[in-house]
């Protein structure tokens, strides 16, 4: 059978023995990895929210007017996170994508996947840690860059691409798109330009204002 997989690049053919044992298993099938990936995005929300409700997430004031709003993008996370890292291992083989044909950007469609689940991942990082480090800014900057990617494919759907409302990728998804990244940018300036001593819990403050005892 791994005779019969052609496989879009070199870093595939490595993973030949894993990505065939997963193909065997019918995960690749839409029906199957969605549902659960779309589980394992819902069990990681679950734990997300539970730590943002501790980490002072919802301290600053732009969160705390719109709770839901900021949950339901962070929801969107950790769905990308889940699915995109699916479709990266699914787009490893030729015969599990859209493709008729061998087509020359196909080899960079699996680590453009990886990449988003990156990028997602990174700002759940940030999310769960909810601090301003040099280690966080540093992770401020590469999510940024690629937001900067996320507006360009909004810009050219909504530019370029008809409005259906029957097609996912038409421009009506450019609006959705700009406005959902735009919603994420204003998160990440937040977190960028906050104060180390912001990120503080109330214990760590409560600590670092205590008066120290000399001579006890």
Known sequence: M????????AFSEMLAPLLEFIRVTGFFEA????PLMTIAAV?????????????NTFNDTTRARFPKLWQFSYF????????STAVAFK?????????????????????????????AGGMLW???????????????????LGFFGGYWVAAYRLFNEPFEL????????????AFWFGLLNWDLAIRYFKAPYESLNKKETLKFSQPHKYGS
């Open 166 to 177: 029957t097609d996912p990728t038409s421009g009506f998804s450019g609006v959705f798109l």
């Open 2 to 9: 791994n005779d019969a997989l052609t496989y879009t690049n």
């Open 76 to 83: 969107t996370l950790c769905f990308i996170v889940t699915n």
């Open 91 to 119: 787009t490893m083989i030729f015969e599990e994508t859209d493709y008729d044909s061998f087509v020359w950007y196909l080899p960079w469609v699996s680590p453009l996947h990886f990449y988003i689940s990156s990028i």
């Open 31 to 34: 029906f199957i990895f969605m």
């Open 126 to 144: 940030l999310i769960w840690r909810n601090r301003s480090s040099w280690l966080d800014k540093t992770i401020c900057i590469y999510v940024q």
């Open 43 to 55: 069990i990681l929300f679950i734990q997300l929210r539970l730590i943002i409700q501790k980490n």
